[in-house]
């Protein structure tokens, strides 16, 4: 047993790699099969969003564009909070075959520590809640003075 | 505990810890009450006050928890988010459904094929 680091799937679509590539790549393909909408700046360091009925959003940095062999994007790790560095990386590859598409997904770093310097803050800031608390309420004294 | 902690020990941590009822349910109070004394912990619980303190301080062993100093020089146990967000990065893998997520891809690419011939038909159309 390990730590699941890194997710691999390989899956052979019946259609050409330019029209998986539409449905990875395009507001209207990925808010039909991904999400219940979409937006998305195709651009590496362009940004997408995708959301669901039930409220849920997922806020995704593109990372590679390499139509259509490649599109890469890096999004949070759910349950970690908005702000958490630890993000995880999706990679899409498309390979042409003789029936349409091999197309593998890869997404990895999920074994991820939070780095050095976030670690030292996050311990340094063991307050949480009550620091913030404490904020709160220097914040409303001085405004009630 | 190391000062560089392995990933693995870290969730291992936690996930023996929840396997315990005992323990599950200071973390649990830890979690929805805040910090808490040993003694504080025994007036919600329904175990006593030395289980407690033994599992505490097992719990701070491990990192779990944090003791601090509290009101009229008693410890306070405060819950430690860091290994639970370690743990919480290993049920996520577990929770990312790529199968079904990838089986949508394919339904939606059939859908979007058997819609097409519509769709050429209008492109065709006279301007």
């Given at each position: 047993m390990?730590?699941?680091?890194r997710i691999?799937?390989?899956?052979?679509?019946?259609?050409?790699?330019?029209?998986?590539?539409a449905?990875?790549?395009?507001?209207?393909?990925?808010?039909?099969?991904?999400?219940?909408?979409?937006?998305?700046?195709?651009?590496p360091?362009?940004?997408?969003?995708?959301?669901?009925?039930?409220?849920?959003?997922?806020?995704?940095?593109?990372?590679?564009?390499?139509?259509?062999?490649?599109?890469g994007?890096?999004?949070?790790?759910?349950?970690?909070?908005?702000d958490?560095p630890r993000h995880?990386?999706v990679?899409?590859?498309?390979?042409?075959?003789?029936?349409?598409?091999?197309?593998?997904?890869?997404?990895?770093?999920?074994a991820?520590l939070?780095?050095?310097?976030?670690?030292?803050?996050?311990?340094?800031n063991?307050?949480g809640?009550?620091?913030?608390l404490?904020?709160?309420?220097?914040?409303?004294?001085?405004?009630?003075? | 505990?190391?000062?560089?902690?392995?990933?693995?020990a870290?969730?291992?941590?936690?996930?023996?810890?929840?396997?315990?009822?005992?323990?599950?349910?200071i973390?649990?109070?830890?979690?929805?009450?805040?910090?808490?004394?040993?003694?504080?912990l025994?007036?919600?619980?329904?175990?006593?006050?030395?289980?407690i303190?033994?599992?505490?301080?097992?719990?701070?062993?491990?990192?779990?928890?944090?003791?601090e100093?509290g009101?009229?020089r008693?410890?306070?146990y405060?819950?430690?988010?860091?290994?639970?967000?370690?743990?919480?990065q290993?049920?996520a893998?577990?929770?990312?459904?790529?199968?079904?997520?990838l089986?949508?891809?394919?339904?939606?690419?059939n859908?979007?094929?058997?819609?097409?011939?519509?769709?050429t038909?209008?492109?065709?159309?006279?301007?």
């Open positions: 390990g730590f699941p680091g691999e799937r390989t899956v052979e679509v019946a259609h050409p790699p330019a029209r998986v590539w449905a990875l790549t395009t507001a209207e393909g990925l808010g039909a099969w991904f999400g219940n909408a979409a937006t998305i700046d195709l651009r360091g362009g940004s997408a969003e995708l959301t669901w009925t039930d409220g849920h959003k997922a806020s995704m940095r593109i990372e590679r564009v390499e139509e259509p062999r490649v599109f994007y890096t999004w949070g790790i759910y349950g970690l909070p908005d958490d995880t990386y990679e899409f590859t498309l390979e042409p075959t003789a029936t349409g598409t091999r197309l593998t997904v890869v997404e990895s770093g999920f991820q939070p780095d050095d310097e976030y670690r030292t803050a996050f311990e340094a063991t307050g809640w009550a620091h913030e404490g904020e709160l309420v220097e914040y409303l004294d001085a405004n009630a003075a | 505990m190391p000062t560089r902690p392995d990933i693995e870290v969730a291992e941590e936690v996930f023996s810890a929840l396997a315990d009822p005992s323990r599950r349910a973390l649990a109070a830890l979690a929805a009450g805040g910090p808490a004394t040993a003694t504080d025994a007036t919600r619980l329904p175990i006593t006050r030395q289980a303190a033994k599992h505490l301080a097992l719990l701070a062993e491990a990192g779990l928890v944090a003791a100093p009101e009229r008693r410890v306070r405060r819950l430690r988010s860091a290994p639970m967000q370690v743990a919480q290993f049920l893998a577990l929770a990312r459904d790529w199968d079904r997520q089986d949508a891809l394919q339904e939606h690419l859908t979007i094929v058997a819609v097409q011939p519509a769709r038909k209008k492109a065709q159309e006279p301007k």
